[in-house]
């Protein structure tokens, strides 16, 4: 039995809550908010929690064996590393941290605790994404070219982050997941309506080594919500439409061939427009799969899905994205 605490009861808290409450191989002994109000929400909907308005009630808490954090961006670099170092494992929510460098901290001093460090990029437990992981892994796309995301609607706007980093690690970690390419730089604009400097409406472009390129459109001023990814390969194209209540993903047996007469010197495009199939997914709820997949790795000291180097990726992108986008769209480079 994996003993919890939880740091954060705002909107998302909520579904970690109730996902860890429900798990059989999981306790949540103590729930932290620094706002009482949200604590006595919780304990409305489950009267024997514990909670408390101060965060060292669960890093001194020897009855504590994980953290989960779900307080905004700029308090899980903090919270973390504490928690870390009073030798607990951290599940952290997306964005993992406000820097790389921050990232790249936690996860040195995850290795020197001997704990576990995994970040909530709930989507890599979706049954869409396993299913495109799964296509990709087969060779049935063929090479990949291109993915495109979009993700816009009238959105939340937040305070402390911009359009990007709150709604493009989504994206970015799938990104990552599925292609396990390590890209070369970023050209990203975006502006801000709220006159507060934080970007509402964003495009972001990541360049690799091998013509391989992925695009993301973020919005929280659309009035239309849009939830959809495309990845483009060379046999095949997969379609992921979140906004489909069950046919998420349509996988298109469409292509161009490419090829040069020589007499001639000239392009030739053969287009080829074939089936369009609808595979079966996984339709269980992804936060469940992914704080089943936290547990499963403390007791088996293995590596999760949602990993803290896959968090690391998705903040250098976002570093290097918010770089560019102050240069207007000028490319940056990414270290690793
Ligand atoms: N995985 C997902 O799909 C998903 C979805 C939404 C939000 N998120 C992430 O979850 C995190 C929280 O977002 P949210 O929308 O729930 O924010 P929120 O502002 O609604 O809630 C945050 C809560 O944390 C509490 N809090 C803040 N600092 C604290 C501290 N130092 N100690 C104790 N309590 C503290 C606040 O009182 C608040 O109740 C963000 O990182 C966000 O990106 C993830």
Redesign the pocket.
Known sequence: MIRIAQ?????????LLRNFMSLGNAKVEIL????IE?LNQAVGLFPSLKTS???DDAFNNTDVDAVV?????F??Y??AKRALLAGKHVL????MTATVDQAKELIDIALQKGKLLMV????LYTGAVEKMKELKDQGALGELKYFDSTRINLG?I?QD?NVL??LA??DISVLDYLTNEQPVSVNATGVSHIHNGIENVAYLTVNYQNNFIAHFNCSWSSPVKIRMMLLGGSEKMVVFNDMEPTEKIKVYDTAHNVSTLEEKQKVMIDYRVGDVYVPKIELAEP?RKLALDFIHCIENNTEPRASAIGGLSTIRILEAAQQSIKQSGKEVKIEI
Do not use: C, M
């Not at 954090?69 to 961006?73: E, F, L």
């Not at 952290?92 to 964005?95: A, I, M, Q, T, Y």
């Not at 909530?120 to 989507?123: L, N, S, V």
């Open positions: 740091i954060g009861y705002g909107y998302w808290g909520p579904n932290v908010d620094s706002q949200r308005i101060i965060a954090i779900a307080t905004p961006v308090t899980h903090e919270l952290l929510e997306k964005p909530d990029h709930t989507f939340l937040q982050v980093w709150d690690p989504h936060l």
